[in-house]
């Protein structure tokens, strides 16, 4: 069973810039959700996927968006970048995306703007 | 807004020593999870409490659920150097518009075991 893998491991951007990160989530699952962590800080959720619709989205602006493909793999774009994005960006996939399932992260994927 | 806030923020020890580590909010949560995070890595779950008043043992850690479902406690009994790591809890609130398990995550606390 293959877990969660993210791609890349390391990006680094300039401020205006756009930046897509993608996801392969665990043989099984159809949900994706997707968080950001600043250093030294908890995760926060950033929106979730599931069976390729968005199910809920936290408090981020709209030059974050995302899509989940019919396989459930999924991407976080992020458009005009800012230096506060410079964050770890972690993906989670569940099975089913019930309240009870287990949420398994990816290595995530650390990006830095300049 | 549902806050986690998790103490101490911080915690340096040598081997062999306990160590509890807090989880509080004012909003009443359906679970709470406990994560492990090592550097370059996700978030690792622990342990998922459902009811209020729940204690589970994970070998050395012990978790508990507190009463009304609003604060949770980590507690690790002669702690090794494989202990390190930042420890993240994270709530499923009870009501979130849209996300079903959508989690809210503690200012998470990391923790150094010296040997």
């Known amino acids: 069973e293959t877990g969660v893998t993210q791609s890349p491991t390391h990006l680094i951007k300039t401020r205006g810039q756009q930046v897509t990160l993608r996801c392969s989530s665990q043989?099984?699952?159809?949900?994706v959700s997707w968080y950001q962590q600043a250093l030294g800080q908890g995760p926060q959720f950033i929106f979730q996927?599931?069976?390729?619709?968005?199910?809920g989205r936290g408090n981020f602006p709209p030059r974050f968006s995302g899509l989940q493909f019919p396989n459930y793999s999924s991407e976080l774009n992020v458009n005009a970048l800012e230096l506060d994005d410079s964050a770890l960006y972690l993906c989670?996939?569940?099975?089913?995306?019930?309240?009870?399932?287990?949420?398994?992260f990816g290595p995530g994927t650390r990006l830095t703007v300049l | 807004t549902q806050l986690l806030e998790q103490s101490p923020q911080f915690l340096s020890i040598q081997e062999g020593e306990n160590l509890t580590v807090y989880c509080n909010s004012s909003?009443?949560?359906?679970?709470l999870q406990w994560y492990r995070q090592e550097p370059g890595e996700g978030p690792v779950l622990l342990v998922t409490?459902?009811?209020?008043?729940e204690v589970k043992k994970l070998k050395r850690l012990t978790f508990q659920f507190g009463d009304a479902r609003k604060d949770s406690s980590l507690h690790i009994t002669a702690a090794q150097p494989g202990d390190t790591g930042l420890y993240l809890c994270?709530?499923?609130?009870?009501?979130?518009?849209?996300?079903?398990?959508?989690?809210?995550f503690g200012t998470g606390t990391l923790l150094a075991v010296q040997p």
């Open positions: 989670a996939s569940s099975p089913s995306g019930r309240i009870t399932d287990t949420q398994y």
């Open positions: 043989s099984g699952h159809n949900t």
């Open positions: 996927y599931y069976r390729e619709e968005e199910n």
């Open positions: 909003s009443v949560f359906s679970s």
């Open positions: 409490v459902v009811t209020g008043g």
């Open positions: 994270a709530g499923a609130p009870r009501l979130y518009g849209g996300a079903t398990n959508k989690l809210i």
